[in-house]
């Protein structure tokens, strides 16, 4: 019956669709104690993104390394890395004393992921979660585990919404 009236209530949803969303909100209300209503609530707002498994299996980082390089080893970045370093010295040697990540690791990931900001994600990250776990099978596994982890963290912090969180795909 649940099914019917999602699919009813969500025509561009498909009965398929819908029985996926279900099993997770199932596992979230059993492992994780979050509220069916809530999660079918998160789950049926995020949509199919087709681009998302066209980024994946045509992703940059399939460059070989010297071309890979030339995109992400540059004098500015170097200089941008340093600075950064140094501006913020004092949280990445907080955030590297806590989790054991070295700083300058943390520092890398902020050069490749936003160039220090000059790149905006601007890809919905519920979408492209759902997206992967769902119609990606060689990584379904995993981007289930980081869809339920997403359904926790709105569930946690309600001042997230499907537009808020994004990313580079």
Do not use: M
Request: net charge positive.
């Amino acid at each position: 019956i649940s099914v019917c009236l999602y699919a009813q209530q969500n025509d561009n949803k498909t009965i398929e669709h819908i029985n996926y969303i279900d099993n997770i909100t199932d596992i979230l209300e059993k492992k994780h104690f979050i509220p069916k209503e809530f999660s079918r609530s998160v789950l049926l707002s995020l949509s199919i993104d087709n681009k998302t498994i066209e980024k994946i299996t045509a992703p940059k980082e399939a460059l070989i390394w010297g071309r890979y390089k030339k995109i992400f080893i540059t004098d500015e970045r170097i200089a941008s890395a340093k600075a950064f370093l140094k501006e913020h010295y004092d949280i990445l040697y907080k955030i590297e004393t806590e989790f054991k990540v070295d700083k300058e690791i943390i520092v890398s990931l902020i050069a490749i992921e936003s160039n220090f900001g000059k790149y905006r994600p601007v890809h919905n990250v519920g979408d492209a979660l759902l997206t992967l776990a769902k119609d990606y099978p060689p990584r379904s596994n995993f981007f289930t585990k980081e869809l339920i982890n997403y359904v926790i963290l709105r569930y946690l912090d309600k001042t997230y919404d499907n537009s808020s969180i994004k990313g580079s795909y």
